[in-house]
């Protein structure tokens, strides 16, 4: 069964035509929601059905506000407190490091693509070990707040829950052991930030968002919350006219920081969107949106917050594999567009760039239309003796100034490192067979 948009409506629907399903829901409610959707919830989550009668009305309270009215009140009016500002984005960050630091291992010759594989298989274990020596405890990973624009601004320390369920969508597709530990703190971190009913912000003097709430959302797919579709009317609900969903959640008494540029329709962030909710009625004008950007071939500049096409192609392949049958006709557009922007080397820009057409190509079924072999040792050679990958540009701001802000750019070698990891991955399945 095609699992439905809203499925606290579904479970409902049924219930009022379905007796003996209505008595198991009301019985054992959790193991009768699991058998119907093909979903096994996560534990230590009660749910409990109430039924209405003539006699009996039930006033539903949500959970309270994980924030005090104090916080919330700080975070109205602290985004012009340079303060208040400093508190949100944690710790100073170092320089960043040259990124040309001595190569993980040196590849001679030209290697068979077996020795390739085991190579990258290294590479991988390599990497996993660094990401398990900066991602915190609680499972939050770590991204830097920069100015693209003045190196010379401090540079800041972040942990939202964006960066870490961004990172975590690539580093799923590993199997290592150390991969799916580093996945699991992750997820336990996205629950212990998620607000009613399933949204998640960036900074605490922002609105909730959709980018953040869809990327949050298919890592903890299995939260009741998640489920039941608890957060996908307020999702349903933040169109235009056009049927693209906005960026971000305006809810009453919200910070107002957000003014300039609250009607804002991304195309990363809706296929972010339709890669949460599916392929259905509701997400059709999204993806008739996105598919006209695309073939038209118009990407280039169209986001706000990533920086190149490449990050559009990257979102829209993962929609595409999982929202099926959505926007399969993009397949061959999406392809020719991704090889059309090889470099000399047959990369595709920098080491971050390049992670992400590898795993969008092999998404819509044609890396092996690239040169799997160099980019392999591209990506190997690129790593540094540490295990991590450069440090580079993977989202932000490029429109925003604030004076002497600048523009607003965020990265780390972590994020770098784990779609380096995603990208090795598929190559090395492709130079093992």
């Known amino acids: ?56 009305t039930h006033v539903v309270l949500p959970p309270p506000s994980r924030l005090s009215e104090e916080e919330r009140e700080a975070a109205r009016t602290g985004v012009a407190s340079l303060e208040y500002l400093r508190k949100t984005m944690y710790d100073p960050a170092p320089d960043i490091r040259p990124p040309a630091g001595k190569p993980a291992m040196a590849l001679g010759g030209s290697p068979a693509p077996g ?76 629950v212990d930030t998620i607000e009613y009913p399933g949204l998640w912000r960036y900074y605490r003097h922002l609105p909730r968002d959709l980018d953040s709430s869809s990327l949050c959302s298919l890592v903890i797919a299995n939260h009741p919350w998640i489920v039941l579709g608890r957060n996908v009317p307020r999702m349903l609900a933040n169109r235009d006219e056009q049927g693209r969903f906005l960026t971000w959640l305006l809810d009453e ?39 006209d950007l695309i073939t038209d071939d118009r990407v280039e500049g169209s986001s706000k917050w990533y920086p190149d096409a490449v990050a559009t192609y990257y979102a829209t392949a993962r929609a595409m594999v999982r929202a099926r049958p959505a926007l399969e006709g993009l397949r061959p557009v999406i392809a020719d567009a991704i090889l059309g922007l090889r470099d000399g080397g047959e990369g595709f820009g920098n080491i971050l760039s390049t992670a992400q057409a590898v795993s969008a190509l092999d998404d819509i079924g044609c890396l ?12 190997i050679g690129s790593q540094h003796e540490d295990g991590s990958w450069p440090e580079l540009l993977a989202f932000g701001d490029q429109t925003l100034r604030w004076g002497t802000v600048g523009q607003i750019g965020h990265g780390s070698e972590g994020m770098t490192t784990a779609f380096c990891i995603e990208a090795l991955e598929r190559l090395v399945e492709i130079l093992a067979a």
């Not at 092996?368 to 990506?379: C, F, I, W, Y």
């Open 1 to 56: 069964m095609k699992k439905p948009l809203n499925a606290t409506k579904f479970l409902v629907a049924k219930a009022g035509s379905d007796g003996p399903f209505r008595q198991r829901l009301l019985a054992k409610p959790k193991e009768t929601i699991e058998t119907e959707l093909g979903v096994t919830m996560a534990d230590g989550h009660q749910i409990r059905v109430h039924e209405v009668t003539d006699t009996v």
């Open 115 to 190: 020795a390739l594989a085991t190579a990258g298989r290294e590479s991988v274990r390599r990497g996993l070990a660094f990401l398990d020596s900066v991602v915190d405890e609680s499972g939050a990973w770590h991204c830097i707040r920069f100015s693209t624009a003045d190196p010379d601004i401090p540079r800041h320390f972040e942990r939202p829950a964006f960066v870490s369920a961004f990172c975590v969508l690539a580093l799923e597709r590993c199997g290592e052991a150390r991969a799916r530990a580093i996945c699991s703190r992750t997820r336990q971190y996205l």
């Open 368 to 379: 092996e239309s690239a040169n799997v072999k160099r980019l392999a040792e591209t990506l």
């Open 253 to 291: 008494g919200e910070p107002d920081v957000v003014s300039r540029f609250r009607i804002e329709a991304d195309p990363v962030v809706n296929a972010n969107v339709i890669a949460y909710l599916g392929d259905h009625p509701e997400t059709r004008d999204a993806q008739a949106w996105l598919t």
